[in-house]
């Protein structure tokens, strides 16, 4: 008899995870809480695959030897614990799909800067000609690339919420870009837990491997001397120092490795922003220690394009420049956005606080920020936080709203900045269709 494998959850990892199952032979079955977009359903029944939507049979799910869940679904979810108590083991849809490649897997985690770094390693090794798939968080499904479409090499954007299921998955090339407070809720409100379940990028590692870090995050640093890493190490600053191996110096981007020696000129570089020097010196070390030629990581570097929702300019109207950031979903990606704003900055925030710290942003908040509308259902702690600091503040109860007070507000010169530091549940269907819909209101005006 066939071993039963259930997957909870039936997004693109978890179709991903059902159809690599069925394809190495498993009594696969798929149950999701909520309802299945009809592109997933049409692909499970393409490939014979049972499932239901908008409940979860016990019966099903507890005779499975083994259940794949989405990273969505959080550990302390009743099925969840249920399973746990029976001993049935539960592991992510990575997991699932290491067990079934050789390819060469380049992992990239991080609390901010990890979609643009994915992005712009995959850009420098596919345009250098090399076969590799984009997965993760981002691009299709990893488990759906290895029983369908295999690559040689995989770039992957890992989330804490994927490293915590993962056991003996291992990261060729990992890369940590930093580590600051988010998702919190998700940890009881612990930050060594959140630190934990990022370091598993690391686990199983051996000296043939290489950990990419940034060696400024003081978080980073202190959990590396202790942890002492078996990978060769590739940290990377904005200064040069001892064993640092990216860095800048005079106005140039320097990677050394054992790989050679790899130089460009800063002003060259298609992302701009100090946050952006970080993500550029990661994916460099990353493709010159997959032996990509010089004069191709320089021509990626220079003409990458950027990501989505991720400090995007949409428009410049009557003087003020739109941007959006709606991926800052945590504080700390704000924080970098107002940094690397030269004007002054309307700024639009709020959605659903993930236990944000504001005293973050404070400063850079008081230095640039000329008004704050507040953008959520419940925008108490904002209030609670801003209120009483000098700054004209605004509540907005949807897109349209906020876009318009930001219009009036705004002065020739200034920037409208859609920097959230929050979830966006509470009014959208996600980060992305904040950003679209905020799009679409500026280009409306």
Same mark, same amino acid.
């Given at each position: 008899? $066939?071993?039963?494998?259930? =997957?909870?959850?039936?997004?693109?990892?978890? *179709?991903?995870?059902?159809?690599?199952?069925?394809?190495?032979?498993?009594?696969?079955?798929?149950?999701? #809480?909520?309802?299945?977009?009809?592109?997933?359903?049409?692909?499970?029944?393409?490939?014979?695959?049972?499932?239901?939507?908008?409940? %979860?049979?016990?019966?099903?799910?507890?005779?499975?030897?083994?259940?794949?869940?989405?990273?969505?679904?959080?550990?302390?979810?009743?099925?969840?614990?249920?399973?746990? &108590?029976?001993?049935?083991?539960?592991?992510?849809?990575?997991?699932?799909?290491?067990?079934?490649?050789?390819?060469?897997?380049? !992992?990239?985690?991080?609390?901010?800067?990890?979609?643009?770094?994915?992005?712009?390693?995959?850009? =420098?090794?596919?345009?250098?000609?090399?076969?590799?798939?984009?997965?993760?968080?981002?691009?299709?499904?990893?488990?759906?690339?290895?029983?369908?479409?295999? %690559?040689? !090499?995989?770039?992957?954007?890992?989330? #804490?919420?994927?490293?915590?299921?993962?056991?003996?998955? $291992?990261?060729?090339?990992?890369?940590?870009?930093?580590?600051?407070?988010?998702?919190?809720?998700?940890?009881?409100?612990?930050?060594?837990?959140?630190?934990?379940? @990022?370091?598993?990028?690391?686990?199983?590692?051996?000296?043939?491997?290489?950990?990419?870090?940034?060696?400024?995050?003081?978080?980073?640093?202190?959990?590396?001397?202790?942890?002492?890493?078996?990978? *060769?190490?590739?940290?990377?600053?904005?200064?040069?120092?001892?064993?640092?191996?990216?860095?800048?110096?005079?106005?140039?981007?320097?990677?050394?490795?054992?790989?050679?020696?790899?130089?460009?000129?800063?002003?060259?570089?298609?992302?701009?922003?100090?946050?952006?020097?970080?993500? #550029?010196?990661?994916?460099?070390?990353?493709?010159?220690?997959?032996?990509?030629?010089?004069?191709?990581?320089?021509?990626?570097?220079?003409?990458?394009?950027?990501?989505? %929702?991720?400090?995007? &300019?949409?428009?410049?109207?009557?003087?003020?420049?739109?941007?959006?950031?709606?991926?800052?979903?945590?504080?700390?990606?704000?924080?970098?956005?107002?940094?690397?704003?030269? *004007?002054?900055?309307?700024? =639009?925030?709020?959605?659903?606080?993930?236990?944000?710290?504001?005293?973050?942003?404070?400063?850079?908040?008081?230095?640039?920020?000329?008004?704050?509308?507040?953008?959520?259902?419940?925008?108490? @702690?904002? %209030?609670?936080?801003?209120?009483?600091?000098?700054? &004209?503040?605004?509540?907005?109860?949807?897109?349209?709203?906020?876009?318009? $007070?930001?219009?009036?507000?705004?002065? &020739?010169?200034?920037?409208?900045?859609?920097?959230?530091? !929050?979830?966006?549940?509470?009014?959208?269907?996600?980060?992305?269709?904040?950003?679209?819909?905020?799009?679409? !209101?500026?280009?409306?005006?």
């Amino acid at each position: 008899m $066939k071993e039963r494998i259930v =997957i909870l959850g039936a997004g693109e990892s978890g *179709t991903g995870a059902a159809i690599l199952a069925k394809a190495k032979g498993f009594d696969v079955f798929v149950s999701d #809480s909520s309802a299945i977009k009809p592109n997933y359903k049409e692909m499970l029944d393409g490939r014979g695959i049972r499932w239901e939507e908008g409940r %979860h049979t016990e019966d099903e799910l507890f005779s499975a030897g083994e259940v794949i869940k989405s990273p969505g679904i959080p550990g302390k979810a009743p099925v969840i614990e249920e399973l746990v &108590k029976r001993n049935i083991p539960v592991i992510s849809e990575i997991e699932f799909a290491g067990r079934y490649s050789d390819a060469t897997m380049i !992992c990239i985690t991080g609390s901010n800067g990890k979609t643009t770094t994915t992005m712009l390693t995959y850009h =420098i090794l596919k345009e250098a000609g090399l076969d590799v798939g984009l997965a993760g968080n981002v691009g299709s499904s990893l488990a759906l690339q290895v029983a369908e479409s295999p %690559h040689a !090499c995989y770039v992957v954007e890992l989330s #804490s919420f994927q490293l915590d299921n993962m056991y003996r998955f $291992k990261a060729d090339i990992a890369v940590l870009l930093n580590i600051t407070p988010d998702h919190l809720d998700r940890y009881d409100y612990s930050m060594q837990n959140y630190i934990d379940s @990022k370091f598993r990028i690391i686990q199983n590692q051996t000296e043939k491997d290489a950990f990419i870090f940034w060696n400024n995050d003081p978080v980073i640093i202190r959990e590396v001397a202790e942890r002492k890493p078996v990978a *060769t190490l590739y940290p990377f600053a904005l200064e040069p120092r001892d064993g640092v191996k990216g860095y800048v110096e005079k106005e140039r981007l320097v990677i050394d490795t054992k790989k050679g020696l790899f130089i460009m000129e800063q002003d060259l570089l298609a992302l701009t922003g100090t946050h952006n020097l970080y993500n #550029s010196l990661a994916s460099g070390i990353t493709a010159k220690l997959m032996d990509i030629h010089d004069e191709n990581i320089r021509a990626s570097l220079s003409d990458f394009a950027g990501v989505e %929702h991720r400090l995007e &300019k949409v428009a410049r109207i009557r003087g003020v420049d739109y941007v959006n950031d709606s991926k800052a979903t945590n504080v700390n990606s704000c924080w970098y956005a107002l940094q690397s704003m030269t *004007t002054k900055v309307v700024l =639009i925030l709020g959605g659903i606080d993930k236990g944000n710290d504001y005293s973050e942003i404070e400063e850079l908040v008081k230095e640039k920020v000329s008004a704050l509308i507040f953008l959520g259902v419940d925008n108490t @702690k904002l %209030h609670a936080f801003f209120d009483g600091k000098g700054l &004209k503040t605004e509540d907005a109860r949807s897109i349209q709203e906020a876009v318009g $007070k930001a219009y009036r507000l705004a002065q &020739k010169g200034d920037t409208v900045l859609l920097s959230p530091c !929050c979830a966006s549940f509470d009014l959208f269907a996600s980060y992305e269709d904040r950003g679209r819909q905020f799009k679409n !209101c500026v280009l409306n005006l």
